[in-house]
């Protein structure tokens, strides 16, 4: 029986890395960006419809999201299931925890400074209007707004969760995936820190053809902090609405 566990991150803090570097053991999978919050989503918003209010089978409507989060992973051969997504709003906790029957989720936080993200979004993808593509991802339902919000509702809520900063993982990547194995209460792993192969899990890679710029792509001969300075890739305005949002 598959045991799950939660990633809670911002985009542009070595998600991928992470991955790569615990997808080489046998016994675990940290999964890309799910699609599984977005599904749960809607099917919530099925609860509105009159054709469900018109007959609220709510034990055969539990059942569905169930089974679709069962079945979405039933090809991972690995025994623990990291699924990385904005699971820390307080809308996917409460499924978790009553429909799903996970009590006690075990969340690992990955963090990244906000305006590092930013910066390095702008530094890669290279938009014509940076200000218009800083607001997109800051939204509530963009892409670094809506898993900061979930990160910082999992603190706030005082579920069992760690940090890994971005820092300590490319500087320290041993010790810190030793304190995830000691947190998850998994044995540890004699992993490779050079020489790895692109991230997959499921058997899959990324397919960043198509994204505007390979986001998924890491140096895999070795690991090394991606030195950054924010001022070279956002302006200042941008820099002074998004610098006190850290957790």
């Known amino acids: 029986m ?5 990633l809670n991150s911002l985009p542009r803090s070595s998600n991928t890395l992470l991955g790569t570097i615990i997808n080489q053991n046998p016994q675990v999978s940290i999964t890309a960006n799910t699609i599984l919050t977005d599904v749960f989503l809607q099917l919530l918003k099925l609860k509105n419809d009159e054709i469900y209010q018109n007959f ?5 409507y539990n059942n569905i999201i169930k089974n679709v989060f069962n079945n979405y992973y039933k090809d991972y051969q690995s025994k623990f299931i990291i699924t990385r997504g904005p699971w820390g709003t307080p809308l996917n906790l ?3 925890k009553t429909i799903l ?11 990244r400074p906000v305006l590092e993200c930013l910066a390095s979004f702008i530094r890669i993808e290279k938009p014509l209007d940076i200000e218009l593509k800083c607001h997109q991802l800051m939204d ?11 990160i910082k509702n999992t603190i706030e809520s005082k579920e069992d969760y760690i940090i890994v900063n971005y820092s300590d993982l490319v500087n320290n990547p041993k010790n810190q995936i030793n304190k995830i194995y000691k947190f998850l209460n998994i044995d540890t792993f004699k992993h490779k820190f050079e020489n790895f192969n692109q991230f997959t899990a499921n058997e ?12 998924h792509k890491i ?10 300075k924010i001022e070279d890739y956002l302006p200042s305005n941008i820099i002074k609405e998004y610098s006190d949002l850290d957790i």
């Open 140 to 150: 509530s339902n963009g892409m670094i707004g809506k898993n900061l919000w979930s």
């Open 56 to 60: 609220p089978d709510e034990k055969s």
């Open 204 to 215: 899959i890679q990324y397919n960043d053809d198509v994204l505007t710029a390979e986001l």
């Open 219 to 228: 140096k895999t001969d070795k690991i090394e902090m991606d030195e950054i």
């Open 2 to 6: 598959k045991k799950y566990f939660f």
């Open 94 to 96: 409460l499924l978790l």
């Open 101 to 111: 029957g996970i009590k006690k989720p075990k969340f690992i936080i990955l963090y």
